[in-house]
């Protein structure tokens, strides 16, 4: 179909993406001269209508109302050969796109979860069910993460309700003989992302919607979603069975009033979720502002900065550190093969405990320099937090470690206790080169969102 004029106006350019019901294709719009995106069913399947009549019932749902957080119709194609949606261009990359490759902070999440739900309040407050809210139908704009627009796509599967503002939000309430309406138990959506009303073949409401937005920002929190087992099988079970782990479990960091929310999104019976999208967007909002305001009195209380360091060159150092942490715990591993006998200036023998201290300080300390090393060379936001919880730890090991020096006093002489206060400064400065990567540049660490300082 590449190079293909549909209606005489839209030419099609390129495939960008493919699901059950439908391809979408970038076009350019001869007409106006803009580029627009192009969504037609295969054409093995251009003459099934219950497939025309979801194809012309999600450009009617998107189409219904305009919102920033839904993709815009600017046009519809019904012709006997032809039928095809034309949408706005959305520039960037689907939810589970960056699913993929980032981890997203407490604030990218509530900004994404805020837009959500916003959008979805506009559908619902207009009898809109989306139905089949998932990250592969959630377009993230290039910045999105703070300042960009998430958009809502695919209202392939939306259901059409008496609007929220002229009926009672219980039972269901689908207008009769609406387009593609679906049959009370038969299931559609994504398994993966399904209430469990949904999977047990009940009839939905908006708030299915709101458990599938829950499962969305849960899973952009901890990095997975909580109920996919081995087979879709098993996760049906889970779904209907199971409750979620507390998100702390999965998020140390994350704040005990984001697991309440999204927990309260995920609950089985509807009655118990968030009764409204407004109300949920509230929820996220207060939340959201909670989090910016410790940071405006931080920044009002002019932190001094013990050092100003430019932070690329900060974690550089502080990486060049633990490299050579575990370069002296090598060295020490290679050379001493176990407790011999040694007697120091004043006729003491200390070889044998002072080789069994080094060996339990270098063993522990190995694995706080890998993770200290991980952390910061993947640079994950919460690094700073993180370091001031366990300083205290690494503290403790570099202090045993300050004894190494001591096994080369025979070769060396007095000159070994100028190393020592050398090896007990380095866990301070550490402090101050992940203050200075962490802290000082704002924001990149939830302890400084908190107004905790490290």
């Not at 407050?125 to 703070?146: C, F, Q, T, V, Y």
């Not at 901890?222 to 109920?227: E, L, Q, R, S, Y």
């Amino acid at each position: 179909m590449q190079g293909e004029v549909k209606a005489g106006r839209y030419e099609l350019v390129k495939e960008i993406g493919r699901g059950g019901m439908g391809v979408v294709y970038s076009a350019r719009d001869l007409r106006l001269g803009r580029k627009v995106a192009v969504k037609l069913l295969p054409r093995d399947l251009t003459h099934r209508p219950e497939l025309q009549r979801r194809l012309a019932q999600e450009a009617r749902a998107a189409s219904a109302f305009t919102h920033p957080g839904v993709a815009t119709v600017y046009d519809y194609v019904d012709e006997p050969e032809d039928n095809f949606i034309v949408y706005e261009y959305v520039e960037g990359v689907t939810l589970r796109e960056r699913l993929r490759s980032h981890r997203f902070t407490t604030e990218e999440t509530l900004d994404i979860g805020m837009q959500l739900a916003d959008a979805l309040a506009a559908a619902h407050e207009r009898g809109i069910i989306h139905r089949d809210l998932k990250p592969e139908n959630i377009m993230l704009s290039p910045g999105s993460a703070r300042s960009g627009q998430v958009k809502i796509l695919d209202f392939g599967l939306a259901k059409f309700r008496h609007p929220l503002s002229s009926t009672s939000q219980a039972g269901d309430a689908s207008t009769a003989g609406s387009p593609a309406s679906t049959a009370a138990g038969t299931l559609i959506g994504t398994v993966n992302y399904m209430s469990p009303e949904q999977l047990e073949g009940e009839p939905v409401d908006h708030r299915s919607d709101i458990y599938a937005l829950g499962l969305v920002l849960y899973e952009m929190a901890t990095g997975i979603n909580p109920f996919v087992g081995k087979t879709p099988t098993s996760t049906i079970a889970n779904i209907l069975k199971q409750d979620p782990p507390p998100l702390q479990h999965r998020n140390s960091v994350a704040p005990a009033e984001l697991g309440r929310i999204l927990l309260k999104c995920l609950r089985k019976r509807r009655e118990e979720r968030y009764q409204s999208a407004r109300e949920l967007h509230v929820d996220l909002s207060n939340l959201r502002r909670d989090l910016v305001e410790p940071v405006r009195q931080t920044h009002s209380l002019k932190v001094p900065v013990p050092l100003e360091i430019p932070r690329a060159l900060a974690r550089t150092l502080f990486l060049l550190i633990q490299a050579g942490y575990l370069v002296m715990y090598g060295i020490f591993f290679v050379l001493h093969k176990g407790p011999g006998v040694a007697r120091f200036g004043w006729g003491v023998e200390l070889e044998r405990w002072l080789f069994i201290w080094l060996f339990l300080a270098a063993s522990f300390g190995a694995a706080v320099r890998l993770y200290l090393l991980s952390a910061v060379g993947f640079d994950y936001c919460d690094t700073g937090r993180l370091f001031r919880q366990m300083f205290f730890i690494v503290l403790a090991f570099d202090v045993a470690w300050c004894a190494a020096p001591l096994l080369l006093y025979q070769k060396l002489g007095l000159i070994i206790f100028l190393f020592i206060p050398a090896l007990a400064y380095l866990p301070f400065s550490q402090r101050t080169l992940v203050f200075s990567a962490y802290f000082a540049g704002g924001g990149r660490t939830s302890g400084v969102k908190t107004g905790i300082s490290i």
